[in-house]
T-cell receptor, first 115, second 115 residues
Framework: AQSVSQHNHHVILSEAASLELGCNYS??????LFWYVQYPGQHLQLLLK??????LVKGIKGFEAEFIKSKFSFNLRKPSVQWSDTAEYFCAVNRGRTGRRALTFGSGTRLQVQP | ETGVTQTPRHLVMGMTNKKSLKCEQH?????MYWYKQSAKKPLELMFVYNFKEQTENNSVPSRFSPECPNSSHLFLHLHTLQPEDSALYLC??????????????FGEGSRLTVL
């Protein structure tokens, strides 16, 4: 069964600091990869996704992620965080084109940005 | 506005009660999902429906009973729940197909408390 690991459970940063959140998955075949964000009191929403093509994916609000197939990783980055980025971030994976399509999620990383 | 509407937003029930959670999607998608979100745990997939047919039951106890009367509506019927079932129950939808990424669109969730 596929699994997703997010090693950072709670990250505290000051505004303008750079961010990198780790995500590793276990499935060896073709995958689609996602990062979702959940702001306090709000629904889960998509930040970005890798479906095919360029492994460097740009999303909303200045976030980007890089798919490194050899490392089974899809780390999320932002060069300069803002207080409004305080939220919980979830990495997710499904099997591409064939196989189990439902998303498998990591346990999430809580990001706290201090002004 | 997410395109996926869940009711009720909050529900408190006793262990002997019977209640239902409702989900409606306005996105024209062909797949719907129930996930359970508990504190400090990954989102747990419960059920998947494609074109109204249940395609996945992730070893969910029988006290949770899903119903999908059409592609736009999904219910989760609850009976004789346990306090450990208290959680946020998330409904999601997606457009499933070979050329689709499987991106999920989430509702805001139903916060369930079992006394």
């Amino acid at each position: 069964a596929q699994s997703v690991s997010q090693h950072n459970h709670h990250v505290i940063l000051s505004e303008a600091a750079s961010l990198e959140l780790g995500c590793n998955y276990s499935y060896g075949g073709t995958v689609n990869l996602f990062w979702y964000v959940q702001y306090p009191g709000q629904h889960l929403q998509l930040l970005l996704k890798y479906f095919s093509g360029d492994p460097l994916v740009k999303g909303i609000k200045g976030f980007e992620a890089e798919f490194i197939k050899s490392k089974f990783s899809f780390n999320l980055r932002k060069p300069s965080v803002q207080w409004s980025d305080t939220a919980e971030y979830f990495c997710a994976v499904n099997r591409g084109r064939t196989g189990r399509r439902a998303l498998t999620f990591g346990s999430g990383t809580r990001l706290q940005v201090q002004p | 506005e997410t395109g996926v509407t869940q009711t009720p937003r909050h529900l408190v029930m006793g262990m002997t009660n019977k209640k239902s959670l409702k989900c409606e999607q306005h996105l024209g998608h062909n797949a719907m999902y129930w996930y359970k979100q508990s504190a400090k745990k990954p989102l747990e997939l419960m059920f998947v429906y494609n074109f109204k047919e249940q395609t996945e039951n992730n070893s969910v106890p029988s006290r949770f009973s899903p119903e999908c009367p059409n592609s736009s509506h999904l219910f989760l019927h609850l009976h004789t729940l346990q306090p450990e079932d208290s959680a946020l129950y998330l409904c999601a939808s997606s457009q499933d197909g070979e050329r689709e990424s499987g991106e999920l669109f989430f509702g805001e969730g139903s916060r369930l408390t079992v006394l």
